[in-house]
Structure formats: C-alpha cells, structure tokens
C-alpha cells in the first residue's frame, strides 16, 4: 500500500496539463481516475480498513498526503483551463467592442419635461403631490357642485366612497395640486404640476383610463386675463414654433371665471385646414381661466387681495399633435419599435 501511495504521488505531480489534448475534458478525466467515488484514492481507503491497527496511523497519514496532492493537482488545472479561456476571448484586441444597448426617455416624459421648461424659464417651479386624494382637494375646494358628474363612479375611480366617510379617489386631473399648492404657501404662487391622473374611461385610440397632465397656476396681486393670454401664446410658441397663433374659445371649468379654452393655429397644415384639424385649421390644446374667487377662498386667501390664473393640458395630446401619433394606446404597450423613434430627442 505504501509504495501504491508514494507511485500515486509521483504521477500525480509528473502530470502536466500541457500534454492534454481537450483540456477542460481530460482534467475531468483526471479528477474521476483519483479523486471519483470508484477511484484509486477511494479504492485504497477501502483497503485502509482492513490493514493492522499499529500500521493505520502512518498510513492514515500518507493516505491523506495523496488526497491532498490530487487536490491541489486539479486546482492547479483548473486555474489554468479558467485563466487560458479568458485569454482566449480577448486574443483579438482589433475586435469590435460589444455593443451596449442603451435606453431613451419615453416620449411622454420628454414632452413633459420640455412643458415644465418652458414654463422654468418664466419663474415657474415644479410642485408634485400624491395621485390618491381626498374628496376636498379633488372637487370641493375647487367649486364642483355636490351634484357634478366628476363625482359620480362612472367617471371617477374611488378608492372608498361609503356613507357619512371621506370620499377617496384616484386623482382625475393635476388640479388638485393648484389646492394643496395654496393650503401651505402664501403668494406670489408660481408653481408647474405634472403628473399622472386617473378616469374611468374604456381604453381607445382616443382615450384611455390613466394619462398625464400639466397643470400651471399664478396667484398675485393683481394678476389679470391679459397675464394669462401673454403666457399662453408665449408657451404655444415655445412648445409649437414661432409661426404659432393661438385663440381662446369661452368655456366653463368649475374653478376658473371666466374659463377658457385655448386652440393653437394648425401646426400640420399651418391653419389651411387638414385632417388633423378637421379642416378648421385650428387644434384644441388646453383649458385655462382666472382662478374662482369661491377657490382661493378655500385654500385660505383673500381673493379680495389676490387674483390667478390657472391652466391645464393633456400630456398624451400634447404629444400626439406635436408628434403626429394617432392612437393613445401606443404610449403604454411599450413597443420598441414605437419607443425607438423618439431616441434622439432627449
Ligand atoms: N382640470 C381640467 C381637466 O382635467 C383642466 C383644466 C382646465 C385645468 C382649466 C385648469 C383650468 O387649471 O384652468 O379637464
């Protein structure tokens, strides 16, 4: 057995793996011929039990010695498969390096952002608040009479509307942020409210039950409806080109007297009349009005002190009519082939 374990030895460390043809498969190979469950390291701790008492421990001793040689052995070849594998995949440096895919912004969040800057650069700053809100900012406190549709489960997704309870709901517009702006800061008030808002609307081409809005308002002293048109035409230029006209239609918002809602000149067809705007040359792109004496009431100032104006806008059809998209669902089933054409703009 002695001489067994010492010739084991020998050819363990006379091994070299330079001579192996398939590296990785006859290291395999070499671990199963001394280290495998029938092999000769194994084979002689068999014989091991049936040896004399007085001779185990020495044996014991150079049995072990053996199993540690062969360990360290493959060890040794495995490293080297590793280290010779990694050298491989780097032999040629003239190779082209892998290419990295990176992403883009969704085109929804580009035209967001460019909104919130254009209105940045006229002293405007960002105010963000939570898309689960209560019945007060929603609806009360921006004047909805009791018995206004907005409030009813067709168009609103409550969150819990119980008897003698708090009505809760997804948020239906950015105007609530205008209340929980107010509520806390004393004007002048400029702020700019993106974000995401919520409607019980069967999902189409040309409507869908989650969309986006930006919201701006400006409370002052002495802010007036020719503050408001000013902006609205400096934005319409900033946002759709400098050739941009805009004309304001009377309308009726519950939180805004007088109310208004602002067309831009067709940017498609420059106002000759085109499918996209129905042959009126004009497009529908936002609501706007001077804030509701009854609102800022609500939010704790004095409207006989302070006047605003406020305005609102779908995100998607910003998008869409500067972008010429034609169907709503395609801002959320996030295909690359659509999302890929908006990398370059950032
Ligand atoms: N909240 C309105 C909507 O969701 C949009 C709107 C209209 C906002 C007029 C305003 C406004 O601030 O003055 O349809």
Not at 103 to 110: E, P
Not at 204 to 230: G, M, P, T, W
Not at 282 to 299: H, R, S, T, Y
Request: proline share 4%; hydrophobic share 40%; net charge negative.
């Amino acid at each position: 057995m002695k001489e067994k374990i010492a010739e084991y030895i020998k050819d363990i460390q006379a091994t070299s793996i330079e001579k192996f043809q398939d590296k990785a498969a006859e290291v395999e190979q070499f671990r199963i011929k001394y280290l495998g469950k029938k092999g000769l390291i194994s084979d002689l701790f068999e014989q091991f039990k049936t040896i004399p008492n007085e001779q185990k421990k020495e044996m014991g001793q150079a049995l072990n010695q053996l199993k540690v040689a062969a360990q360290n052995k493959i060890e040794e070849f495995k490293n080297f498969v590793e280290e010779s594998q990694e050298l491989n995949n780097y032999s040629d440096l003239t190779m082209p390096a892998e290419f990295a895919q990176l992403g883009s912004r969704h085109v929804l969040s580009v035209v967001m952002n460019e909104i919130c800057d254009i209105f940045a650069r006229i002293g405007f700053t960002v105010a963000e608040s939570v898309e689960i809100e209560d019945d007060w900012h929603l609806f009360s406190a921006l004047n909805f009479p009791p018995d206004h549709p907005a409030r009813d489960m067709q168009d609103t997704f409550f969150v819990e509307k119980e008897e003698g309870r708090q009505e809760v709901a997804l948020r239906t517009h950015t105007s609530s942020v205008q209340v929980r702006v107010m509520e806390h800061s004393k004007p002048p008030i400029r702020i700019i409210a993106p974000g995401r808002v919520f409607r019980n609307e069967a999902i189409s081409a040309r409507a869908h039950c989650i969309f986006h809005q930006v919201e701006a308002l400006y409370v002052d002293k002495k802010v007036s409806f020719s503050d408001l048109k000013q902006t609205l035409l400096y934005f319409a230029k900033e946002m759709f080109g400098e050739q941009t006209q805009i004309r304001l239609r009377p309308s009726y918002f519950p939180f805004t007297e007088p109310s208004a809602e602002m067309d831009i000149s067709c940017n498609i067809c420059g106002g000759k009349g085109c499918n996209i705007c129905k042959g009126t040359g004009w497009l529908e792109i936002l609501g706007c009005g001077m804030v509701d004496p009854n609102v800022l009431q609500a939010c704790g100032i004095d409207p006989n002190e302070y006047s605003g104006f406020a305005l609102g806008m779908g995100v998607e059809r910003m998008a869409m009519l500067k972008y010429q998209i034609r169907d709503l669902r395609l801002y959320f089933e996030n295909d690359l082939r659509f999302l890929k054409q908006f990398e370059s703009i950032i």
